[in-house]
């Protein structure tokens, strides 16, 4: 049968080094004056961020900066922004960090054109286009920066909510590896885990296409071979311009292609436990694998080989058993915890997150259907 697909990425990327020197120039692209930028209280205070307000400064915008964003960005973040942003007139927003900041100023975009609360847009898009966003991110995992959707908490009931339309997505995303050098172990460890996360499910799901086949493959292979090095030496640019690039493949995969029953137990289990959202996704890919591998094994194979993992001379399912240990190793490697009651979450609480998992939108996607017992079984290999 022949491939018919459609793909899109709305965001016009810059990569490199050195480009996170040229914002205002950027910012010229897009046109408009006075900008918002978002971030949180850390990115905020450090010396690339003030260089980047100085040289917005220099080049003569206005700008006012809304760094209160919190992980897991409530809808109080993104009122306080969009107040702040209407208060003077905004025209352009960059947001500049992790996930939290870039899904910040989407949802701040999408409420200074459109009527209403940020809540309405839940399952019901946007009519009007975002107000255009420059995203930088400082983090190499969540893709944020290139994907339509924001994931903004509702702190009354309780819920993440998924706003998704191409609508919403960055105008322009720039990558620098520079930008990413100074974050700190942990948090390379658990976003890198988290882009090769959605590099796999991307690569195995029914819903992908070979463009987006291609890109998750060579995401899988970039963030094999430089996650480790990153995570040991932070000042290894060549290894962060491999981690960074793999997130960006990652991204361009997942956005088209979209996810599996990882982030369908991890999107409901993220509300009941605060723990890194990477993190929770590296504890469970390799029983999700282990779940899916006879659904496509030939695509086990080919992650194998992605991960460096000599295959010669084995049967499919050696070499897929293959992919599944790699992932194990690079995820013990770089310091990840091996199970969930580790980082605190509560057997009791699986049946109640498994009914939740097994309504997720990943769900059909997944190569394999699977049960909501199944969901509590694959949870269960790593408590
Ligand atoms: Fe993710």
């Known amino acids: ?22 914002v205002a120039d ?19 205070k450090t ?26 960005p409530a809808v109080r973040h993104v009122e306080e922004g969009l107040q702040m942003a209407k208060g003077f007139g905004c025209e352009l927003i960059i947001g500049i960090g992790g996930g939290s900041a870039l899904d910040t100023a989407k949802a701040i975009a999408v409420m200074m054109t459109n009527e209403g609360k940020i809540g309405d847009y839940w ?22 920066e290139i994907t339509w959707v ?49 590099a796999i499910e991307a690569y195995t799901n029914i819903n992908n296409n070979p463009v987006a086949e291609l890109a998750a493959l060579e995401a899988v292979r970039l963030i094999s071979e430089n996650l480790r090095p990153a995570v040991a030496k932070g000042d290894n640019l060549k290894a962060r311009h491999g981690v960074l690039l793999g997130t960006l493949f990652a991204g361009i995969a997942f956005a088209n292609a979209v996810l599996g029953v990882v982030h369908a137990i991890t999107s409901p289990l993220g509300g009941y436990f605060p ?3 990477g993190v929770v996704n590296a504890i469970l890919l390799p029983p999700a694998m282990e779940y899916n591998k006879n659904a496509c094994i030939d695509k086990f194979v080919k992650i194998a080989e992605a991960m460096g993992e000599n295959i010669e001379g084995l049967s499919k399912l050696e070499a ?63 408590i």
């Open 1 to 22: 049968m022949y491939p018919q697909f459609t793909f899109l990425i709305p965001t016009k990327i810059y990569y490199g080094f050195g480009e996170f020197k040229k």
């Open 26 to 44: 950027r910012v010229r692209e897009i046109g408009g004056e006075k900008i918002l930028v978002v971030t949180d209280p850390v990115i905020g």
């Open 47 to 72: 010396d690339f961020t003030q260089s980047m307000l100085q040289s917005l400064e220099e080049n003569g915008f206005i700008y006012k900066v809304y760094d209160n964003v919190e992980p897991n």
């Open 123 to 144: 399952g019901n898009p946007p009519k009007n286009a975002a107000m255009p966003v420059i995203a930088i991110p400082t983090t190499a995992g969540t893709s944020s």
């Open 150 to 198: 924001t994931v903004v908490k509702d702190e009354e009931k309780k819920v993440k909510m998924g706003i998704g339309s191409p609508k919403l997505a960055p105008a322009i995303a720039i990558y620098d590896p520079e930008v990413t050098k100074t974050m700190p172990p942990g948090i390379t460890a658990s976003t890198g885990m988290d882009a090769l996360t959605h």
């Open 275 to 277: 723990v890194p959202h």
């Open 320 to 382: 897929a058993d293959k992919a599944i240990e790699a992932v194990k190793r690079l995820s013990k490697d770089v310091g990840i915890p091996e199970s969930l009651s580790e980082i605190g979450v509560k057997e009791e609480l699986l049946p109640e997150i498994a009914a939740e998992a097994i309504k997720n939108v990943n769900i059909p996607l997944n190569p394999r259907q699977p049960s909501e017992k199944d969901l509590i079984q694959i949870c269960k290999a790593v």
